[in-house]
């Protein structure tokens, strides 16, 4: 009944998965290969034209944008509920989610490409590598993602996505002493939207970026991780021999990435 076309390094795909094991929801994975570009392919674009992951199959029916489809899930399986009773603090809720579509989002990808997407395709020869990202969707999209194949981690956008992390931190770090979740007092859809892009930051060893100076948020991931729900559908993806591999690369290019931090 619901099926999931996901990424085990994706955090839009991630935000659904822990959706859908908060609810105990059974469902059917599809894996799309990025690195391959599956997601580029016709038959893929005709359930995402964006060609991107996640898209959930509902009942033959596809529904895409992660936060919208956790909203989806939320409305049609109220059950073990994620938002907040109080409509302030749900108003709060979606600002965060805002927040992480816009910002945090690009931002990760930003970082995530240079470190993931772009070894591969620089295996690939150049006529090759122009070919597959001739065919991303969106023009915003493709010329970043350009510059970031051509440029790795010297592209322009780098300094920019460091910046919008380390603002996002902070700004959690202020929630954080208001409520005990992001948005309100029960674990909501702000904190299943937040937590994996630091998924990403432990698994590139970059959790300098916070364990330091925001306990708060430090106290906060760690709550994030000791969720069943996010050990089913996060940490099971990352065994020991891929964090490690993924903490050694992370961890080689730290310096660049701190000299971004203000
Ligand atoms: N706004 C979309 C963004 C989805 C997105 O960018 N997904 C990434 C993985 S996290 C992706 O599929 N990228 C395609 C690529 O790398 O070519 C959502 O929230 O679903």
Partial sequence: MLELYTHPMSPCAQKVRIVLAEKHLEWTKHHVSLQDKENLEPAYLKLNPLGVV???VHEG?????????CEYLEDTFPQQTLLPQDTYQRARMRFWMKHVDVKLHPACGTLQWPMV???RLMEKS????DAILERIPEKPRRERQ??????????????????????????M???LAETAW?????FSLADVCLAPYFQTLLQFDWTAMFEKDCPRVADWFERCRARRSYQEAVAEDFPDDVMTELREK???????IASHLA
């Fill in 146 to 171: 350009k510059r970031l194949v051509k440029f790795g981690l010297d592209a322009p956008d780098v300094a920019d996505a460091v910046a919008t992390y380390r603002r996002t931190i902070l700004d």
């Fill in 61 to 69: 029916r596809p529904v895409i944008e992660s936060s919208i489809i």
């Fill in 182 to 186: 992001v948005a309100s007092d029960s």
């Fill in 250 to 256: 992370g961890g080689a290019v730290w310096q660049k």
């Fill in 117 to 119: 997407m772009r070894p």
């Fill in 126 to 129: 150049e006529e090759e590598r």
């Fill in 173 to 175: 770090e202020s929630s």
């Fill in 54 to 56: 996640p898209t959930l």
